[in-house]
Structures are given as structure tokens and as C-alpha cells.
């Protein structure tokens, strides 16, 4: 690039002088100009500083005019924007218990967490809160996190609610018109993100004697509750109440006496029509072996559990990227032992590359708590095994859900 | 890397011309680089000089040292490419002024330098996003047109955002 304004010192002529100070009073004047129109910067660039902007900022910045307001209330190409960048930065949320005090009665608080990176834990305002209820967190999906609330000893649903905490809105969400039982444990839920009809769905498997019995699905677009009707239930039991879903697919994994993998089969639902697809088969695995689903990196992965060892299954091929999520085969990423014999380790969560587990000292019946460590597992990692910061001092994690800050509204 | 690689590609010069009649003779892979000036070469073919009537010169210069950056570092295919743009990038809206960066945004826009526009939001967005409701309206000249009590009702909505 030859810049003829720049001249240099080789052929800066009396011409080329005069141009210069010409042009310099020039870029002033206009400058000047322009500073009064400043207002004119133009509103799709105004949209684009916003969407790289903190969910806070923009709350905060819904009282500068009318304009603003109404760009952040109501434009859908920011809340899509915005979320694409934030989605850059995984956040994750933590739930647990702490323990407050041991005499003269055990006490404890529940906590929700929000990790911003391996090092920085904040506690989550729970807006819910309510002192008999529970909570249980379903799934985070784009910054909208779905969480049960509990009751009786966690064994009773009271309500679901759907809640965003960056942007502190909730609402509960209405039964389900025809549900039999609120048991907790006649009833798998799972949230996610229907991609074809960018819609925000809640499932909710109704299980008799561990078999389905009716399949809802709530839809944050049409506010409502409807029973998929079109798909065949499997007469398949269902070996957990969590199921796992990946690129809008509910994973279940269910018992199948004829299967050859340890009699286990895994059922898909899809979240857009609403239907079951073909089985799949998990991995082989060992006879005694346990086994959970998750997902890790946008897969589906199953943990095979024999302890203290876990070995990780990613579905697919990792090699190659596209298309590989609907082939049958998986991928052996790692075996892992802990070796620490005076701690057991349980799988609470997946988050950016790893799998996160809590430590649970052995120190009698009673006393065997967390030592509020979270331990990362990452697979592709040339040093697997990272601690992350302390949370707590007597703390139990049940789950750990990666999360996005976005102003996706929990409204349609 | 040896020197083969980076070679005989088009080294025609195209002449950009700003509103205030300052010209800059660059090569059409720098200029490229900007959305709207890769247009009027594809559609206009053979038409070396380019007139932008709504960019100064002064504004055309940074614009243009960034693509110039940016096509350089891209012409090798070293591994620590992208680490080195990203350094060059910080060093180049570090000390912008809020003045230069509302013009520099404005030139990069007209000219589709969506790269660079990304880069100059993101430097207005980290300038801003601590900022009072205040200061943004006079940042970017708003004035409040809210009826009264209509703001305070907005602010106690999200109060907590104020602290």
C-alpha cells in the first residue's frame, strides 16, 4: 500500500505540504461535523456492540431511550447475536448442599453455584426459594436452565419453572393436562432445544413399573403441554430417570433382554416431530460395569462405571466431524482410574472439555460429605485430571450443567 | 515456508480515492478484503480508481493499514497466524479515542469490512459495558425520551443491573 498522503521524507514537495494542511483542516472540519451527528451510528451497529455486551449492561442500559429499550426487549436478531458470542464463553451451574451445622442438628442449605471459569464460583440468587421445596435442575439449554422443584424428600414434583438467571426471569410452567402421577420417580424429564422449530421444550416420560406410559411435551412457543400421539411407546424399561439430549435428541437408556451389550439399549426421541427413532446400541461393555449417559462437546457420551475406573464412549467418530453423530459406532476416549482409595467419586456434569465429578471423603456413614472439590476429567487432555477451586467446606454436588448468559426470554 | 508459495498472484494496483480527494494506491488483495470494494471490482472489472466519497482520507488510511495487516498475515500459512492478527488487532484499537472509533466504525461499515467492524464493536462494547445510563447517552448522543416515571419504573425492574 502506497498511501500518497503519507509522502514521507523522500518526496515531500511544497505541494504536497500544502495538500496536507489542506487536509488536515479538512478531517477537523468534517470531524466537528460529524461529532454533532454522532448520533448516527447506524442501529444494525448499534445491535452488533450490544450483542457483544454483558446481559447485565444491557438491563441496565433498557433506560437509556425508548429505542434502546425496545432493541433489547423485543429484537430477536440480538438475543440470537448476543447468544452467539456469549456461547464463546462456557459458564457452568453448580446445585448442591452445604452443610451449615452439625449440632445440635444437622443442617444444610442448598446452593447454586455459577462457575465463570475454573477458578471463580459466585452463588446464584435462587429466586424461587422456598423453605420446603427442593430443587432440581433438568437442563440448561441457551441460558434458560429448567428446574423441578421438589417436595417430600424429593420424591414429589411440585412444579416445574423455567428460568433464565442472567436475566433473573422465571415463571412456572402449567401442569400437564393429563399426567397420572407427580412421583418423582414415575417421571423422566429432560430440556432442550428443538432446532427445527427453534423451540425450547420440556419432556416429560411418564413410567409405570419403569415403562413408558405417555410422553408430553411442553413447548415454550405455543405455552402448552401436548402428548405425543404419533410414535409408538416402547414396552422397554427404562433403566434411569435422566435422559440426555444432543442436536435436538432425547437419549433414554432402557433394559432389552435380547440385546448382546450387557442387556441395554438406548431409545432416541426427537424433539421436532416429537417421535421415537431407531434404538441404538451402546457400546460393549463389561458385565458388572454401571453406565450414564451425557453430553460432552455437542455428543452424546456414555460413562462406563466400574470403580474406581470410568472409561469414556463418545458416539461416533471423532476423527470426523460431520455426520458422524448419526452413525451407530463409538469412539473409546479414555479409561480413567482414580487412585485415591480414601474418596469415592461421583459423575455430576459435563462442562467444556471435561467431565466433572465430586469427591466424596470416606469418613464413616454419616460423614462421608464432599470436600466441595470439583474434579475435571478432560479425555483429550494430555494431563487428564485438574482440581477446580474449592467451593464450600462441606459441600455435596448433585449436578453440574453447562450454561450460556443470553436474554433468551423463558416467555415465547 | 519457502518463497514459492507466496509468489505470482495478482499484484494489480487499484486507487482508492476519498471524499476529501486523498488517494492511496493499494493492492487489489488488501483492498479486497473490504465487502464493498471487492463488489465494485467484480462488477466493474477493468476500473482501477474507486472513488469512496463517503470516507476520509484520514479514516481510509487506518482502514487500509488494518486490511494491509491482515492480508499479510494471511499470506503465510504459519500455525501462529491467528495469534499474531489478534496481537496486531489489540495494538490497533488500544489507544483509539472515542471520536476516531465512531469514524473508523462508520468507514469500516460503508465499506463492508465486517472483520473490522467486528474488531471495533467489540472494542466499543468492553469501552462501555461497565458504563452509567448516563454516560452512554452522551457517548452516543441520546437523549432521554421517556415519559417521567417511566424510567424510574424501568430502573426498578432490574435495580440490581444498577449495582
Known amino acids: 500500500m502506497e498511501a500518497q498522503d503519507q509522502g514521507g521524507a523522500t518526496h515531500s514537495s511544497l505541494e504536497d505540504v500544502i495538500t496536507r494542511i489542506r487536509d488536515c483542516v479538512r478531517i477537523s472540519t468534517v470531524e466537528a461535523q460529524a461529532a454533532t451527528h454522532h448520533q448516527s451510528l447506524p442501529e444494525d451497529i448499534i445491535v452488533r456492540i450490544m450483542s457483544k455486551l454483558p446481559v447485565k449492561s444491557l438491563l441496565r442500559f433498557k433506560s437509556v431511550s425508548k429505542r434502546w429499550r425496545?432493541?433489547?426487549?423485543?429484537?430477536?436478531?440480538?438475543?440470537?447475536?448476543h447468544l452467539r458470542h456469549s456461547s464463546a464463553s462456557r459458564l457452568c451451574i453448580v446445585s448442591g448442599n452445604e452443610r451449615v451445622s452439625t449440632f445440635p442438628c444437622r443442617k444444610y442449605v442448598e446452593r447454586m453455584l455459577l462457575l465463570r471459569d475454573e477458578s471463580t464460583a459466585e452463588d446464584l440468587e435462587i429466586v424461587l426459594y422456598h423453605h420446603w421445596f427442593r430443587f432440581e435442575i433438568v437442563g440448561s439449554c441457551n441460558g434458560l436452565v429448567c428446574v423441578a422443584l421438589l417436595a417430600i424428600a424429593r420424591t414429589w414434583i411440585v412444579d416445574t419453572v423455567l428460568w433464565n438467571p442472567a436475566t433473573k426471569e422465571w415463571r412456572y410452567l402449567p401442569e400437564p393436562i393429563s399426567s397420572e402421577s407427580q412421583r418423582r420417580d414415575s417421571n423422566l424429564l429432560s430440556f432442550g432445544y428443538d432446532h427445527d422449530n427453534s423451540d425450547y421444550k420440556l419432556v416429560r416420560v411418564e413410567l409405570k413399573a419403569r415403562k413408558m406410559v405417555r410422553v408430553h411435551v411442553f413447548s415454550r412457543s405455543s405455552n402448552s403441554w401436548r402428548?405425543?400421539?404419533?410414535?409408538?411407546?416402547?414396552?422397554?424399561?427404562?433403566?434411569?430417570?435422566?435422559?440426555?439430549?444432543?442436536?435436538?435428541?432425547?437419549?433414554?437408556?432402557?433394559?432389552?433382554?435380547?440385546?448382546?451389550?450387557?442387556?441395554?439399549?438406548?431409545?432416541?426421541?426427537?424433539?421436532?416431530?416429537?417421535?421415537?427413532?431407531?434404538?441404538?446400541r451402546p457400546p460393549l461393555f463389561k458385565k458388572r460395569s454401571e453406565f450414564c449417559l451425557s453430553k460432552w462437546k455437542d455428543s452424546l457420551t456414555l460413562q462406563e462405571v466400574e470403580f474406581p475406573s470410568f472409561?469414556?464412549?463418545?458416539?461416533?467418530?471423532?476423527?470426523?466431524?460431520?455426520?458422524?453423530?448419526?452413525?451407530?459406532?463409538?469412539?473409546?476416549?479414555?479409561?480413567?482410574?482414580?487412585?485415591?482409595?480414601?474418596?469415592?467419586?461421583?459423575?455430576?456434569?459435563?462442562?467444556k472439555n471435561g467431565f466433572l465429578f465430586t469427591k466424596y471423603l470416606n469418613g464413616g456413614a454419616y460423614d462421608s460429605l464432599d470436600s466441595g472439590e470439583l474434579i475435571s476429567i478432560e479425555p483429550l487432555s494430555h494431563k487428564p485430571i485438574t482440581t477446580l477451586k474449592k467451593i464450600g467446606s462441606e459441600a455435596m454436588f448433585s449436578g453440574a450443567f453447562d450454561y450460556v448468559e443470553s436474554l433468551v426470554s423463558v416467555y415465547s | 515456508m519457502s518463497s514459492s508459495s507466496t509468489t505470482t498472484t495478482t499484484t494489480r494496483l487499484l486507487m482508492l480515492k476519498a471524499s476529501d480527494?486523498?488517494?492511496?494506491?493499494?493492492?487489489?488483495?488488501?483492498?479486497?478484503?473490504?465487502?464493498?470494494?471487492?463488489?465494485?471490482?467484480?462488477?466493474?472489472?477493468?476500473?482501477?480508481?474507486?472513488?469512496?466519497?463517503?470516507?476520509?482520507?484520514?479514516?481510509?488510511?487506518?482502514?487500509?493499514?488494518?486490511?494491509?495487516?491482515?492480508?499479510?498475515?494471511?499470506?503465510?500459512?504459519?500455525?501462529?497466524?491467528?495469534?499474531?492478527?489478534?496481537?496486531?488487532?489489540?495494538?490497533?484499537?488500544?489507544?483509539?479515542?472515542?471520536?476516531?472509533?465512531?469514524?473508523?466504525?462508520?468507514?469500516?461499515?460503508?465499506?463492508?469490512?465486517?472483520?473490522l467492524v467486528d474488531l471495533l464493536t467489540e472494542k466499543v462494547a468492553s469501552?462501555?459495558?461497565?458504563?452509567?445510563?448516563?454516560?452512554?447517552?452522551?457517548?452516543?448522543?441520546?437523549?432521554?425520551?421517556?415519559?417521567?416515571?417511566?424510567?424510574?419504573?424501568?430502573?426498578?425492574?432490574?435495580?440490581?443491573?444498577?449495582?
Open chain 2, 21 to 115: 480527494g486523498v488517494t492511496f494506491e493499494v493492492e487489489e488483495a488488501v483492498a479486497t478484503k473490504l465487502g464493498a470494494i471487492n463488489n465494485m471490482v467484480e462488477e466493474e472489472g477493468s476500473e482501477d480508481l474507486i472513488c469512496l466519497p463517503n470516507v476520509n482520507g484520514k479514516f481510509l488510511g487506518m482502514v487500509l493499514e488494518w486490511c494491509k495487516k491482515h492480508a499479510n498475515n494471511n499470506t503465510n500459512s504459519d500455525k501462529g497466524n491467528d495469534e499474531v492478527n489478534k496481537w496486531w488487532d489489540k495494538e490497533f484499537v488500544m489507544d483509539l479515542d472515542q471520536n476516531t472509533l465512531y469514524h473508523l466504525l462508520m468507514a469500516a461499515d460503508y465499506l463492508s469490512g465486517t472483520e
Open chain 1, 227 to 280: 402428548q405425543a400421539t404419533g410414535t409408538d411407546l416402547s414396552d422397554k424399561e427404562v433403566a434411569q430417570e435422566v435422559g440426555v439430549i444432543v442436536n435436538g435428541v432425547l437419549y433414554l437408556m432402557a433394559h432389552d433382554e435380547n440385546s448382546s451389550r450387557n442387556g441395554r439399549t438406548i431409545l432416541s426421541f426427537n424433539l421436532c416431530d416429537e417421535k421415537f427413532e431407531d434404538e441404538m
Open chain 1, 311 to 351: 472409561i469414556f464412549w463418545v458416539k461416533g467418530d471423532m476423527s470426523s466431524s460431520a455426520g458422524a453423530q448419526r452413525s451407530y459406532s463409538w469412539t473409546r476416549l479414555l479409561k480413567f482410574e482414580f487412585a485415591t482409595p480414601a474418596a469415592d467419586h461421583y459423575f455430576v456434569g459435563a462442562w
Open chain 1, 70 to 81: 425496545t432493541l433489547i426487549t423485543t429484537d430477536s436478531h440480538l438475543v440470537t447475536t
Open chain 2, 127 to 163: 469501552m462501555i459495558r461497565g458504563k452509567k445510563v448516563e454516560e452512554i447517552r452522551e457517548t452516543f448522543k441520546i437523549k432521554s425520551d421517556f415519559l417521567p416515571g417511566q424510567e424510574e419504573e424501568i430502573r426498578k425492574k432490574n435495580s440490581w443491573a444498577f449495582e
